[in-house]
């Protein structure tokens, strides 16, 4: 399946502009943003790739792993020029035994990539096909830039 970009850009907003925005989580995200270092070498894979990658992130200020991974994806952008997106706020469906999200408030593209659980951070050719995904967390002994470098490569 592929999916649209451009309309993906139109209902996202772009990584640094949403853990800079107000919200319960800015203290949390600015913290862990700044105590995060990343690996260098890494970083300097990816450089060479952002341009054939974009990266879509769904995620909540509630959720403690957010709060841990989507601040590193908003240095990853800054440090590589990977373009990545975020489908903030998103909320569960308290009231229902078959929808896990709610629909407003989250946005709807949560049921287009049918999301498992937050954060997902979903690796996007640039032509709209689908490359990988992080489920919550990268695989265990890794970082989010290891990860993102290991669906890439």
Same mark, same amino acid.
Not at 5 to 15: N, Q
Not at 23 to 49: G, I, M, P, Q, T
């Given at each position: 399946m592929k999916y649209d970009?451009?309309? =993906?850009?139109?209902?996202?907003?772009?990584?640094h502009d949403y853990v800079s925005a107000p919200?319960?989580?800015?203290?949390?995200?600015?913290?862990?943003?700044?105590?995060?270092? =990343?690996?260098?070498?890494?970083?300097?894979? =990816?450089?060479?790739?952002s341009k054939e990658y974009a990266v879509i992130v769904f995620t909540a200020e509630w959720c403690p792993d957010c709060i841990?991974?989507?601040p590193v994806l908003d240095l990853i952008a800054e440090a590589t020029g990977l373009e990545v997106r975020a489908f903030g706020h998103i909320m569960r469906d308290a009231k229902s035994n078959t929808r896990k999200w709610a629909v407003p408030p989250s946005p709807p593209e949560v049921d287009e990539f049918n999301v498992p659980?937050?954060? =997902?951070?979903?690796?996007?050719?640039?032509d709209g096909e689908k490359a990988g995904e992080i489920v919550e967390n990268p695989p265990p002994g890794k970082t989010v830039?290891?990860?993102l470098l290991d669906i890439m490569k």
């Open positions: 970009i451009a309309k =993906l850009r139109k209902g996202s907003e772009a990584i919200s319960k989580a800015k203290d949390a995200f600015v913290k862990r943003r700044a105590e995060y270092k =990343l690996d260098a070498a890494a970083v300097n894979e =990816l450089k060479k790739r841990r991974n989507v659980k937050i954060p =997902l951070i979903v690796v996007l050719k640039k830039e290891q990860a």
